[in-house]
Structures are given as structure tokens and as C-alpha cells.
Nanobody, 119 residues
Framework: QVQLVESGGGLVQAGGSLRLSCAAS????????MGWHRQAPGEQRESVAR???????NYADSVKGRFTISRDNAKNTVYLQMNSLKPEDTAVYYC?????????????WGQGTQITVSS
């Protein structure tokens, strides 16, 4: 199993920057990829960014060019650098890990962290 602890949320003005961190522990050697989803009030959860264990990245069109996902393997931590933030980026951001037990796949989720972007 995997445990994920997020940090770095908060309130920021439009145009500002924040960095989220997600520290993984447990059976991290079975993690294939990690990433971030977000969920705004009244909206469905959506994918924001993903990074594989070999460093390949994917981004939602809405954040391309503004957000950067990265990982520090020595710290078992994934980061989401968010620049040029917009009010529509306001949401709860969830870190997740794609876990392969060898018999089944499962996603583990962090507790979520609130990002509020004021106009």
C-alpha cells in the first residue's frame, strides 16, 4: 500500500504562483506514475498533470504552459509548480499514485489541499 501526504495549498492572487508537494511512503517501488487531479465546487474531478516513473509528463490543456509537474525520487516526492494562476484554477487538488501490485492496479489518493485564486 501507499500513503500520500500533500502540502502547499493556500490563497493566492490571480497571476501568482504556488507549489504543491506530495510525499509518498509505503510500497513506493510499485508506483508506476503519480499526478494531480482537482475538483472545483459543483464540478467533477479532473486530471491536471501526471508523471511516470521514467519522467514522462502529461498535462491538461487548461494548464499547459503554466503548470509543471516534477519528481524527486530521492525524497519520494512529486511537485506541482503552478504559475500564472487564474480564478478558474480554484479547486481542491488531490495527489494520486498509480499502484501495480502485480495482481491488480489501484489508485491511492492524498487528502486533498485547497487552492483558492482570487481575482
Amino acid at each position: 500500500q501507499v500513503q500520500l501526504v500533500e502540502s502547499g495549498g493556500g490563497l493566492v492572487q490571480a497571476g501568482g504562483s504556488l507549489r504543491l508537494s506530495c510525499a509518498a511512503s509505503g510500497s513506493i517501488f510499485r508506483i508506476n506514475a503519480m499526478g494531480w487531479h482537482r475538483q472545483a465546487p459543483g464540478e467533477q474531478r479532473e486530471s491536471v498533470a501526471r508523471i511516470t516513473n521514467i519522467g514522462r509528463t502529461n498535462y491538461a490543456d487548461s494548464v499547459k504552459g503554466r503548470f509543471t509537474i516534477s519528481r524527486d525520487n530521492a525524497k519520494n516526492t512529486v511537485y506541482l509548480q503552478m504559475n500564472s494562476l487564474k480564478p478558474e484554477d480554484t479547486a481542491v487538488y488531490y495527489c494520486y499514485a498509480e499502484y501495480d501490485s502485480g495482481l491488480y492496479y489501484e489508485n491511492y489518493w492524498g487528502q486533498g489541499t485547497q487552492i483558492t485564486v482570487s481575482s
